[in-house]
């Protein structure tokens, strides 16, 4: 199993941001897909998942400001993070569950996104 995680970079604040996390070797639709990120010095923490079945899940600080999407036809997932805050930089990590479990038992490599004027 891979997931490859792409598209950090360096933003101001305000802009906007696409991250893609390409995923082989799992059967991509019975998975929820999700995005964690890690601040500098401070622990992993959820961001955002999907199933893809239209009810995604967000992190209080990034409601609003990002949205998860997949395609499922190309294993993909996406994380759009528009009205990028200082506090939002971090590297983020995709990961994958099966829909029977609440273990995340999949991650890709990460990709820093730093955010600053």
């Known amino acids: 199993v891979q997931l490859q995680a792409s598209g950090g970079g360096v933003v101001q604040p305000g802009d906007s941001l696409r991250l893609s996390c390409a995923v082989s070797g799992l059967t991509f639709r019975t998975h929820i897909m999700g995005w964690f990120r890690q601040p500098p010095g401070k622990e992993r923490e959820f961001v955002a998942d999907d199933l893809g079945r239209g009810m995604p899940g967000y992190s209080d600080t990034v409601k609003g400001r990002f949205t998860i999407s997949r395609d499922n036809a190309k294993n993909t997932v996406y994380l759009q993070m528009n009205g990028l805050l200082p506090e939002d930089t971090a590297v983020y990590y995709c990961?994958?569950?099966?829909?029977?479990?609440?273990?995340?038992?999949?991650w890709g490599q990460g990709t820093l996104v730093t955010v600053s004027s």
């Open positions: 990961a994958a569950r099966h829909i029977s479990t609440s273990n995340w038992g999949y």
